[in-house]
């Protein structure tokens, strides 16, 4: 069983940035974040593929989040930058054992409980 501890959300003026993290028992998986607005479907936000530098972003986060990971620590972070209302949610980290599936797709084992992000305008 993986498991997974977001932390690091909170509350932030639009056109600030936040780190969040995940903490990992195991950081030999693909790693990947998703968000869940209120009254929304969970989405896509960005992963990082193991054993490679392979990234994939949403087109809603492209060019101001990044995903990174240390494997030293275990941990996976998301850092967002530039950040908007339509930024505001729970953001869950996921992962998976190695797969050839997109990394965009919605084909993770693992879920962590989610750390709430919310935006002010």
């Known amino acids: 069983q993986v498991q997974l501890v977001e932390s690091g959300g909170g509350l932030v003026q639009a056109g600030g940035s936040l780190r969040l993290s995940c903490t990992t028992s195991?950081?030999?998986?693909?790693m990947a974040w998703f968000r869940q607005a209120p009254g929304k479907e969970r989405e896509f936000v960005a992963a990082?593929?193991?054993?490679?530098?392979?990234?994939s972003y949403s087109d809603a986060v492209k060019g101001r989040f990044t995903i990174t990971r240390s494997n030293a620590k275990k941990t996976v972070y998301l850092d967002m930058n530039n950040l908007t209302p339509e930024d505001t949610a729970v953001y869950y980290c996921?992962?998976?054992?190695?797969?050839?599936?997109?990394?965009?797709?919605?084909?993770?084992?693992?879920w962590g409980q989610g750390t709430q992000v919310i935006i002010s305008s």
């Open positions: 996921a992962a998976r054992p190695r797969s050839v599936a997109p990394l965009n797709s919605e084909s993770y084992t693992y």
């Open positions: 990082s593929k193991s054993f490679s530098s392979g990234t």
């Open positions: 195991t950081i030999t998986y693909d």
